[in-house]
């Protein structure tokens, strides 16, 4: 099956430095959409950049899409605690105007004090 | 803003059993999804509905049933508990559209004992 996949399963920072994300995925694409899940809570929608977007700001985020090398990336400036969650990037690739998304499994990010 | 409410928090069940999970939207969406987390995966879709009364087989629909009874309700029901399951289910709403975005629940966490 086709999956917006993230590159790694974890990653570990401490508070103030950036980090980066990456999804790639197999197919072309028109959009995808980055999510964040924290800790008891569902995910939540942080970016959706389309395929004519080459990037995407949201304050200390910044999403990137890549459609020659199918690829994205979600970099977090000045990290703090609460950032600490689980973020997912996800697609549609049905085309069929269903909503229908296929979620990655997620890269699991700690930041620490 | 709306918000999506699902019912009950937490569901301990036994082996075999019928049991039934609740999500509510207020945003006035058309489209609400079923998905289930396994500790540390992706989100999988179970069922989704794009209208009232409409219902559509996600990628592990094998073992549940849902229910669109309104707009705003959206039920799942799993056939037969299997025993040591434990997951997390979430419900997720959406206007009807290519590559929207989707509001999630909190989640109802499940446990077969």
Redesign the interface.
Known sequence: ?Q?AEENLWALSVHEGESVTVNCSYKTSI??L?WYRQKS??????LI?I?SNEREKRNGRLRATLDTSSQSSSLSITATRCEDTAVY?CA??FT????????????TILRVHP | GGI?TQTPKFLIGQEGQKLTLKCQQNFNHD?M?W?RQDSG???R?IY?S?TENDL?K??LSEGYDASREKKSSFSLTVTSAQKNEMAVF???S?I????????????TRLLVL
Do not use: M, V, W
């Not at chain 1, 008891?40 to 929608?45: D, I, R």
């Not at chain 1, 085309?95 to 997620?106: D, I, V, W």
């Not at chain 2, 009807?96 to 989640?107: E, M, R, S």
């Open positions: 099956s999956l028109t959009a959409q008891g809570e569902g995910p939540a929608q959706l389309r997912f697609t549609d085309g069929a105007n269903t909503g229908k998304l296929t979620f990655g499994h997620g | 999506i489209t999804y998905y995966k992706g989100l879709l989704y794009i559509q996600g990628d979430l419900c997720a959406s009807l559209g290519y590559q929207d975005t989707q509001y999630f629940g909190p989640g």
